[in-house]
């Protein structure tokens, strides 16, 4: 196997582990010591987290000592090999400490031109595990999953996601637009999540006007990998550490949910 595919079966594996360590934290949760990142925001971080990101560390510099790791608690790890595994211990913390059960593992590589090549989103709770590697397709644990081929707003729920760091006005014109043209949305406090859900075709398509990379270059992946259509924010130069605006949707809605953004 090549290396990329190396890193494809290890990868599985460890996502599975993580959240293994995070699923035994959350049936804990009443006793974790609970802090705020930022401000007066819902940015909200525990132990598990950095327990959780400190596991997939470790792991990776076991088996890939050489690779560049960017964790959302742990910052930037320089590496040689010219490869970067984006890293999200845990996705959905505030649904996590409330017992809500949308949150996951969201693991990425960036191969040495910064493509994203390799994405696992591991929910634990539910023992489901979303993996794709470019050109290879998108699978929920074995089987080969993909984007709902429906071509109207109203044949599906639409996943939308918004953070205390924009101001509501940022969303509100989007979700006018959406509802006036008969579609519906949820949130449900976990990005990653929800961009795997639109890979398996269970939500026709997801917006949010700020991601971090870390909370969606794996979903994106997967959806791509699935037959879905996604902006190319990620393109762009600054998205690894600036992030930016995410829609991606299954493709005969795409085109109708890119008229709602300014």
């Given at each position: 196997m090549d290396s990329i595919s190396n890193r494809y079966q290890f990868i599985q594996k460890v996502a599975v582990d993580a959240g293994k360590l995070a699923v035994a934290y959350y049936h804990q949760r009443?006793?974790?010591?609970i802090e705020k990142k930022h401000?007066?925001?819902q940015d909200l971080v525990t132990v598990a987290d950095k327990k959780t990101e400190d596991f997939i560390r470790e792991q990776i510099n076991q088996h890939f000592?050489?690779?560049?790791?960017?964790?959302e608690e742990s910052g930037f790890s320089q590496g040689a090999?010219?490869?970067?595994?984006?890293v999200d211990p845990i996705d959905g913390t505030s649904a996590f400490i409330f017992g809500l059960a949308s949150w996951c593992v969201s693991i990425a590589l960036l191969d040495k031109q910064k493509n994203t090549v390799i994405a696992a989103v591991y929910d634990a709770v539910h023992n489901e595990l979303f993996h794709a590697m470019?050109?290879?397709?998108?699978?929920l644990n074995n089987t080969s999953v993909k984007v709902n081929p429906v071509?109207?707003?109203?044949?599906?729920l639409l996943g939308v996601g918004i953070s205390t760091r924009m101001p509501p006005e940022t969303i509100i014109p989007f979700l006018d637009k959406l509802l006036h043209a008969n579609g519906m949305f949820v949130r449900n406090g976990s990005a990653a999540l929800m961009l795997?859900?639109?890979a398996a075709g269970r939500l026709i398509g997801y917006f949010e006007p700020h991601l971090n990379s870390w909370d969606?270059?794996?979903g994106l992946l997967l959806i791509q990998e699935a037959g879905g259509t996604t902006n190319n924010s990620v393109s762009h130069p600054d998205f690894l550490t600036k992030g930016g605006c995410v829609l991606a949707s299954s493709p005969d809605v795409y085109q109708q949910l890119a008229t709602f953004l300014p």
């Open positions: 009443d006793q974790l010591n401000g007066d925001g000592p050489d690779d560049a790791i960017f964790g090999s010219g490869y970067t595994w984006v470019k050109d290879h397709g998108t699978y071509s109207s707003l109203n044949a599906g795997a859900y639109v969606c270059l794996a």
